[in-house]
């Protein structure tokens, strides 16, 4: 097996935290990326999703043939994934590489190692199998938009262009050998209480306050962690338009997880019964509608990414570990379309804060077990 090429790969990263990549304003990290691949040989497209989305990027999807004799060209196709966006304070960051190897911001943003940490290290990988001439099957290649928005993004795609069954992203937030077991169905919610809007000081007995019918149901409604596998959370609550006004209509969302697909729906509809029961208590009406944008899954012990992942880990010597996450990933696209994604640790820390950091040695070893995936 062939060395990285540290210096390179490093060099990538930098680069790429210089790009700035906020979610549904990816345009300038795909138009590196296209230009990119297209370098390394990689047939790459843009699919029309930005404007379903509101964003300015689509996802990128691309291929590279597969390289070797028959038995190369007749194995499985194998995906790789990594998502194009970062979430905010995103812009104009500014990265240093400390002489203990870790890499961080200034403060100021967050690092983007969430994901270009991946993007560094597909593309260095890319290029090494180029170089060398090594063998490998054919590989599928997507960037996603807008992952962190929910992964509207690939949820927006057409995944039927993709060959491959199994697929990895590296987008897990631990230690070299993580992967992911599982993730939560997340659901997202908003309640709308119409009451009767009066004046408060001529005449308040006409008013109905959707505010307070929908304050009652929100302390009656049990919050923070459930249980064990399930969060609920009401995060913003919006109500009227004057001191002197009876608030005619209060909208309330929130989102809710967990890891028992069913439970989350149960969850959900106890709240939305507890929000008409405290209207109709005051003579006040309300609407619900939630959007789910994960669905539960669980990685069984025989799955075909996940034993490929720890053959390819135990090659190089690395300790592999299970994590149950709670947060989603592209993975839960891909799951729900029929392909066994694994998310794998991807070289980041302290991600979705402004402590974000990756280091020098996990960046390595990422693209180490990358290129062992891909050319096992
Ligand atoms: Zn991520």
């Known amino acids: ?54 964003g300015n990027s689509g996802n990128l999807y691309g291929v590279l043939p597969a390289k070797g004799g028959r038995d190369r060209k007749e194995a499985a196709p194998l995906l790789f994934l ?58 599928e290649f997507l960037f996603s938009a807008a992952e962190e928005a929910y992964t509207v993004g690939l949820s927006a795609m057409d995944l039927s262009v993709f060959k491959a069954k199994e697929a990895f992203a590296l987008d897990l937030s631990d230690k070299t050998g993580g992967y992911s077991i599982q993730e939560p169905t997340l659901l997202s919610f908003t309640v709308q209480v119409h009451g009767v809007a009066a004046h408060a000081g001529f005449e308040p007995e006409r008013g109905i306050s959707a505010l307070t019918a929908a304050a009652r149901a929100i302390t009656r409604i049990p919050q923070g962690r459930i249980n064990d596998h399930s969060t609920f959370n009401i995060g913003i609550v919006e109500a009227g338009t004057g001191t002197n006004i009876i608030p005619e209509l209060a909208v309330v969302r929130g989102e809710l997880r967990s890891t028992d697909h069913e439970e989350a729906l149960r969850m959900y509809e106890d709240a939305v019964a507890v929000f008409r029961e405290e209207a109709e208590k005051m003579g006040a009406t309300m609407t619900a509608e939630k959007t789910l944008h994960l669905h539960a899954y669980h990685v069984d012990e025989d799955d075909p990414a996940l034993k490929r992942y720890k053959h390819a880990a135990e090659k190089l010597g690395i300790e592999t570990f299970p994590v149950a996450t709670f947060g989603g990933s592209d993975v839960n696209v891909m799951r729900r379309n029929g392909i066994a994604g694994l998310c794998i640790s991807g070289a980041m820390h302290k991600v979705h804060t402004t402590e974000e950091y990756t280091t020098v040695q996990e960046l390595t070893e990422a693209a180490q077990i990358v290129r062992e995936l891909m050319t096992e």
């Open 82 to 139: 990594a998502h194009m966006d970062t979430v905010e304070p995103a812009c104009e960051r500014k990265a240093t590489l400390y002489d203990d190897g870790k890499i961080m911001s200034d403060g100021t943003t967050v690092l983007g190692a969430d994901d270009q940490a991946a993007i560094a290290v597909l593309l260095e990988v890319i290029q090494e199998l180029q170089e060398e001439g090594a063998e490998h099957p054919e590989l």
């Open 1 to 54: 097996m062939s060395e990285i090429n540290q210096e390179r790969l490093i060099d990538r990263f930098m680069e790429l935290t210089r790009i700035d990549s906020p979610s549904f304003r990816e345009r300038d990290m795909a138009d590196y990326l296209k230009r990119e691949l297209e370098r390394l040989a990689v047939v790459i497209h843009e699919d029309d999703s930005a404007a379903r989305i509101g």
